[in-house]
Every structure is written in structure tokens, then in C-alpha cells.
């Protein structure tokens, strides 16, 4: 059995040695597939290995080298039959078509490789921001987040009606969401002075007269009065002892 496996493996190689041939002469050498640049549409169109390589250069000005936006493939100097070709360094091979090189755009079947954009970054957002307008003009007051890596904050301010502009902006490769619901590059808040003129309905407090307080009569002999205020005191108690007495003398006489 080992040997029947061995016998038909040598069959298949040399039959594969025997077809190389023709297959190399299926394949001309004499020719080359290029990107042909449409007229008036942007894109290009393979021409499939049917460009004969010694007419892209042709002395009469008509090959395809001398299309601005076709994209050739470098190749070696060679015969075919009767005619011969240079060298070729190739054509736009190294030309940037909106950011994507020739020699990608060929090697992709004269198509731009289509790639998906990365996937951003949520960044949530508060949905207020912190401010506050006290009575009086020009008395708001607008507290700016601090911006990070995923959001740039900004504030301006429009005179003469002082009203304040507050913008988040998704910095690159970032999206912002605000409570999770909807998701955008910017997001904006606007803030205006009310002027609200303070209010004077509140009345003035009455002020409190202060109070002296009164001393009592019988207080006075503790106050420690003058010398002079004595003997007057004492006088008037005098005056009325003699008062009395003259009093009960008249009575006496009756």
C-alpha cells in the first residue's frame, strides 16, 4: 500500500512540472494591470492585465503615463515580440488621493479601503450649571466646570447685556451625553442678567429711646448731697417746726 502512495505522489509531481510551462505562457509577462482614472468621476477603474507595458510609456504621448490621476505599478525593462521597454518607477504610487496612498488604492482593486471611524468615548455631562443672580445690575454669576481630557469648557461673556454663554465641546475621539439620553459634539447654555432691582418694601425699624431711670424721693438722703443742699434741707425742716408751734399757740389763746 506504501508503495502504490508513493508511486501516484511522483505521478502528480511530475505532471505538475510538465503543465509549469503553460501556465507561465498564460501569463504575459509583457503586460500589467493599472488603476485607469475615470473622466469626470472621481474613482478609477482596473484595466485587468491588459496594458501592454511598452505603451504606458508611448513616445506619442498617448500611454497612460501621461494621465495625471492613473496609478501605475513599478515594473523592469523587457522584450515582448518585437518591441522593448524601460524600466518603469511607477505612477502615483506614493500620492496621498484624500489621505489614502496610490499604491493602497491599487492593491485594493482600484477601490479607496473603506474604514470604519473608532468608536467614541461617552463622556457625561451635568445638565445645570452651577450660577446664581443676586438683586442689582450685573450681579450673575456663572460657575465654569473644569474641563478635562474628553470636554473642553468655555465661557463668554456679550456686552452690554452681560449675558453669559456657557459651551461644552467634545474634545477628539469623545462624545458628550447629558443624563444619558442625548448624545452630541457640543452642547450650550445661556445665561442673562435679570437686573431685578432690591426690593424696599421691608420698613425702617423705629429706634429705641434709651430710658434714664428716676430716683425716689426717699432715695435722695442716700445720694450724698452738697453741703449747700444740706442746710437747705435742714432750713426747711426749721421753718416748718416753727410753723407748728406758732400754729399751737394760737390755738392755746382761744
Request: net charge negative; aromatic share 6%.
Amino acid at each position: 500500500m506504501k508503495k502504490i502512495m508513493i508511486a501516484v505522489g511522483m505521478i502528480v509531481v511530475a505532471g505538475a512540472l510538465v503543465a509549469m510551462p503553460s501556465m507561465a505562457n498564460a501569463t504575459s509577462d509583457h503586460k500589467v494591470t493599472i488603476c485607469h482614472a475615470n473622466e469626470g468621476i472621481k474613482g478609477w477603474s482596473p484595466n485587468g492585465n491588459n496594458v501592454d507595458k511598452d505603451s504606458i510609456m508611448n513616445p506619442l504621448g498617448a500611454g497612460h503615463d501621461s494621465h495625471a490621476n492613473d496609478i501605475i505599478p513599478a515594473f523592469d525593462a523587457g522584450p515582448h515580440a518585437n518591441t522593448s521597454w524601460d524600466a518603469y518607477p511607477g505612477k502615483n504610487l506614493s500620492t496621498s488621493f484624500d489621505g489614502v496612498l496610490g499604491s493602497v488604492i491599487l492593491a485594493n482593486g482600484c477601490k479607496v479601503p473603506v474604514t470604519e471611524p473608532p468608536t467614541p468615548t461617552v463622556v457625561t455631562i451635568q445638565a445645570s450649571i452651577d450660577h446664581s443672580d443676586a438683586c442689582g445690575p450685573n450681579n450673575l454669576v456663572v460657575n465654569l466646570p473644569e474641563s478635562t481630557d474628553g470636554v473642553l469648557w468655555v465661557k463668554a461673556i456679550a456686552d452690554p447685556d452681560n449675558t453669559v454663554l456657557v459651551t461644552a465641546t467634545a474634545q477628539q475621539g469623545y462624545i458628550l451625553t447629558v443624563n444619558g439620553e442625548t448624545t452630541a459634539e457640543f452642547f450650550s447654555w445661556t445665561f442673562t442678567d435679570s437686573d431685578e432691582v432690591c426690593s424696599t418694601d421691608d420698613p425702617t425699624p423705629t429706634p429705641v429711646p434709651s430710658i434714664t431711670p428716676v430716683v425716689p424721693v426717699s432715695e435722695l438722703a442716700y445720694t450724698g448731697l452738697s453741703p449747700i443742699g444740706e442746710w437747705l434741707a435742714l432750713g426747711a425742716l426749721a421753718g416748718l417746726l416753727v410753723g407748728l408751734l406758732a400754729l399751737m399757740a394760737t390755738r392755746s389763746r382761744k
